[in-house]
């Protein structure tokens, strides 16, 4: 019983792989894409050197009447004047140097045709024949028996309309005449039509007239000799929306179209020997492909995109090449990338290319390496372009690597070489106390800070402006960052502090200064004067033609336990009509011969605006001999200033305005 088992088995085995080979001899190739998609389209090859491709749908799913031709000896595509009128579902067959075309559907409304048209290529004009019988669409198959016949199915409805019918004419050439051959044993739509060389017409899958729906295997051959049908061997599987040709040699070339499921785009390819009624299955399809044409051009399959992954619509055009190995293949050859010098947290941007002339290559894969901390990664291919964008993060050479990987394993590379230039941190505004703190009091200060190098670490130094610097505390993270510590000032005075932020590569950058930290000494004694100075051209901004004597009378001091100055100044600049009155005091700072007070007041009787009054006292020990003195005046608002009679110089500078008489007295 086991013997008898074995036997079986093997025969059964013998018996599928005599149907059902698998070779792996012929190659594909990219040709030339059309300069419009391809999809339920009309094909024919004249059997010299042009495909013609005619009707199909836009983008838009709308119906198009564009004809078209490829001349597969020079791998270029050429428009050709429109046909009569829009169409899908399209057949279209070469017999003696015309064209005959069965248009399926017409107009944007699809129409149901059963036009026959003829394109006579020796005189470029279309005629009509006479219309196909019934009253269904000419949306079946097409297929030429070699000799004076035409074959051609036409069906009503759809495969989701739930019924639907098809009839089989005959078109005798020389007659123009139609007549209808007996029903198949399978009733099918959507099967491919194809002819051998002794005039047998073969009907191959499709899917159900009526009821649930599948995909067929089924072969069914007509012979108008007997006027039958036969069943044959079943392909190995479904074939639905596909394409096939023969090659007039007793071989068809079909690939599958959908797979079982009727909307999944398959890339299943054989070839049928009618001799053996046997299947081999060749290489699939280079990319997934249904509602396509394929059509013999005497050496090899030409087959369109059609509908690939995704119902995308596709203008691809591959041939096969049977029986043949594949020629050399060779890497793809990446075009120069350029050598650029970047600052570092730019974004280097490169619009990149390759070329591959293998014409067995048409599947790339690339990635791109960028030589830092990011590693190896995807690069996204559009044909044979890609868009090179990185940002560094950190200074130095790097050398940028795209390598692209064709669909035989053949890996072609290129580097290119990015220098990356150091940068200088930026630091921002310094943040101090703004009202005035008494000697021996701890002040805090912090400053932010940012890098385009956002792998830098950082470090700070505080120049506290009183001789005294230290380092900074800092806090940071990719780059950016804060500064924040603390000083006290052992001195009363006017104070700039600065901040210096270094990178790991020895950049620095300094802060703009804070002006000014006041510092004061209640017990410090107070300041008193009164005199005249001369004016100077341009002290007085509303009119600074104007110069002459100015009048100045003030006093400044600390009450006891008081923490903010009391007092009064006036100055008044009589050739300008220009009068200033104090309204309040916010600090006063005496050190040494130099006292510097701060406060508002009013011009004229009016207003609401600053005023700082800096003096020395020449008789004090380093006060130079001679009494000096200095008015700003400026508005709260605008900070416009109005009046200083010395005007450009920091606030913290001395006064070098000799007065011309009175005296100016620091008290202790």
């Known amino acids: 019983m086991k013997k008898l088992f074995i036997v079986l088995l093997t025969l059964v085995l013998h018996l599928f792989f005599s149907a059902h080979k698998i070779s792996a001899a012929g190659y594909w190739q990219l040709l030339t894409p059309s300069p419009d998609y391809m999809f339920f389209n009309g094909a024919a090859f004249d059997g010299q050197r042009y495909l013609y491709i005619i009707g199909g749908f836009n983008t838009d799913f709308s119906t198009s009447n564009r004809f078209q031709r490829y001349d597969t000896l020079v791998n270029t595509w050429e428009i ?52 196909i019988p019934g009253s269904y669409a000419s949306s079946g198959g097409a297929a030429y028996d070699g000799q004076n016949t035409i074959y051609a199915g036409t069906f009503s409805g759809g495969y989701f ?23 198949p044993p399978l009733a099918a739509v959507y099967s491919l039509f194809l002819s051998d060389t002794v005039g047998r017409l ?5 899917v159900p007239t009526i009821g649930p729906f599948q995909v067929y295997k089924n ?37 599958a179209g959908y797979r079982d499921d009727g909307n999944t785009q398959g890339s299943s390819f054989f070839k049928y020997t009618v001799d053996t009624d046997s299947w081999e299955r060749l290489s699939d399809t280079p990319a ?5 044409i394929a059509v013999w051009d005497g050496s090899s399959v030409l087959v369109t995109g059609g509908l690939t992954t995704n119902s995308v619509l596709a203008n691809t055009l591959y041939r096969y090449n049977p029986d043949a190995e594949p020629p050399p293949n060779t ?22 290319s390759f070329n591959d002339t293998d014409s067995i290559s048409w599947r790339w894969t690339a990635t791109v390496d960028y030589d830092d901390e990011s590693g190896l990664q995807p690069l996204a291919l559009s044909g044979t372009n890609f868009l090179l964008s990185h940002t560094y993060k950190d200074n130095g050479i790097y050398t940028v690597r795209v390598s692209v990987t064709d669909n035989q394993g053949v890996t072609g590379t290129r580097t290119g070489t990015i220098t990356v230039n150091n940068m200088k941190p930026s630091v921002g505004i310094i943040t101090a106390p ?22 830098d670490t950082h470090i700070a130094n505080w120049d506290w402006g009183d001789r005294i610097t230290n380092d900074g505390t800092i806090t940071e993270s990719n780059g950016a960052g804060s500064v924040s510590d603390s000083h006290t000032y052992t001195a009363a005075g006017l104070y700039t502090i600065t901040l210096i932020v270094t990178d790991k590569d020895g950049e620095s950058k300094t802060s703009d200064p804070f002006q000014y930290v006041v510092v004061y000494e209640p017990s410090g004694g107070y300041v008193t004067g009164a005199g005249t100075i001369t004016s100077s051209l341009g002290s007085y901004t509303q009119d600074p033609s104007l110069s002459g004597k100015a009048i100045f009378g003030f006093v400044s001091r600390y009450q006891n336990g008081a923490t903010i100055p009391t007092g009064s100044t006036q100055f008044r600049f009589t050739v300008a009509n220009f009068e200033f ?63 200083d009679n010395q005007q450009g110089a920091l606030d913290a500078s001395d006064p070098i305005t000799v007065i011309a008489t009175g005296a100016i007295i620091i008290h202790p």
């Open 80 to 131: 050709m004047p429109p046909a009569p009128e829009s169409m899908v579902s399209t057949k279209m067959l070469y017999i003696n140097n015309a064209l005959f075309v069965l248009p399926g559907t017409t107009g944007d409304n699809r129409s149901n045709s059963r036009e026959f048209l003829e394109y006579d290529l020796a005189t470029n004009s279309w005629s009509h024949l006479p219309n």
């Open 161 to 183: 309309s739930g019924t639907q019918y098809e009839h089989i004419y005959k078109f005798d050439i020389p007659s123009s005449t139609w007549t209808e051959i007996p029903q």
């Open 202 to 206: 073969y009907k191959i899958g499709g």
């Open 219 to 255: 072969v069914q051959r007509y012979d108008p000799l007997t006027n039958s049908w036969q069943q044959l061997n079943l392909a190995p599987e479904g074939i639905f929306e596909g394409a096939g040709t023969s090659d007039n040699n007793g071989h068809f070339y079909i690939n």
């Open 288 to 292: 997934p492909m249904a509602n396509n």
């Open 331 to 352: 890497a793809p050859k990446v075009d120069s990338i350029p050598n650029v010098t970047i600052n570092e947290g730019e974004t280097f941007m490169y619009a990149g």
């Open 434 to 455: 703004i009202n005035p703190v008494q000697v021996n009091t701890p002040i805090f200060a912090s400053a932010s800070f940012t890098d385009p190098g956002v792998l």
């Open 581 to 643: 009155k104090s309204t309040s005091y916010d600090w006063l700072v005496i050190g040494g011969a130099k006292a510097q007070y701060k406060g508002s007041g009013k011009i004229n009787g009016s207003g609401d605006y600053w005023f700082m009054l800096t003096s020395i006292d020449g008789q004090v020990n380093g006060g130079g001999g001679a009494d000096k003195f200095r008015i700003k005046v400026y508005d709260k608002t605008t900070g416009y200033l109005i009046y």
